[in-house]
């Protein structure tokens, strides 16, 4: 069963556009929300994280949209350029014990 | 600093062979992560160090897989007598652990071991 649902599987924006990537989950014990990067042949690398007692955060050209009441989030993409081509995960702390569940993942692709 | 290392980075191995899988975390860090990691999945958690102590390793699929960490640094994952579907990228990650600050929960992540089990 996934902990942590991740759509779309692939997505393809132009270059300046806004890359959206929705996350659902179900376990009400989760307390911490990353979005990891990820290139080919490279591990993951944290690009933006939130609590749940937090509805929106931002770094530069990245917003993590938070939903508790309806346990989704997402991450948002400004002005979206072709380096930010990659693999997006989104992510899921289990606070009663440590244990991190990914979703799928989302391959984007920026056209220039 | 230096980041999660890990090796070898590549790895071969025929079925039934056993491997040793080695992760170098960030000096300091209390909290050491395993994942496998299939081609076009996300990682999927194996098992987890607080310093030498595993505390969870629901997520070892078999008991064929093995993890220390013996002095709470350097980890080894062990897979013995090796099946085609353990073929994925085995990821190492670990953080500062204990506190109670976002920080401290995020994961740094090594460069994986791929292994193809033929």
């Known amino acids: 069963q996934q902990q942590v649902k991740q759509s779309p599987q692939s997505l393809i924006v132009q270059k300046g556009g806004i890359s959206i990537i929705n996350c659902a989950y179900e376990?009400?014990?989760?307390?911490?929300f990353p979005w990891y990067q990820q290139f080919p042949g490279k591990g993951p690398a944290l690009l933006i994280a939130?609590?749940?007692?937090?509805s929106e955060k931002k770094e530069g050209r990245f917003t993590i949209s938070f939903n508790k009441s309806a346990k989704q989030f997402s991450l948002h993409i400004m002005d979206s350029q072709p380096g930010d081509s990659a693999t997006y995960f989104c992510?899921?702390?289990?606070?009663?014990?440590?244990?991190?569940?990914f979703g799928t993942g989302t391959s984007l692709t920026v056209i220039p | 600093g230096a980041g999660v290392s890990q090796s070898p980075r590549y790895k071969v191995a025929k079925r039934g062979q056993d491997v040793a899988l080695r992760c170098d975390p960030i000096?300091?860090?209390?909290?050491l992560f395993w994942y496998q990691q299939a081609l076009g999945q996300g990682p999927e958690f194996l098992t987890y160090?607080?310093?030498?102590?595993?505390?969870?390793k629901s997520g070892l699929p078999s008991d064929r897989f093995f993890a220390e960490r013996p002095e709470g640094s350097v980890s080894t994952l062990k897979i013995q007598r090796t099946q085609q579907e353990d073929s994925a990228v085995y990821l190492c990650?670990?953080?500062?652990?204990?506190?109670?600050?976002?920080?401290?929960?995020?994961?740094?992540f090594g460069p994986g071991t791929r292994l193809t089990v033929t």
């Open positions: 992510a899921a702390r289990s606070g009663a014990g440590n244990q991190f569940y």
């Open positions: 376990n009400t014990a989760f307390d911490y």
């Open positions: 939130i609590r749940p007692d937090v």
């Open positions: 000096s300091g860090h209390v909290s």
């Open positions: 160090f607080q310093n030498e102590a595993q505390l969870d």
């Open positions: 990650a670990s953080n500062p652990g204990l506190a109670r600050q976002l920080s401290s929960y995020e994961q740094y």
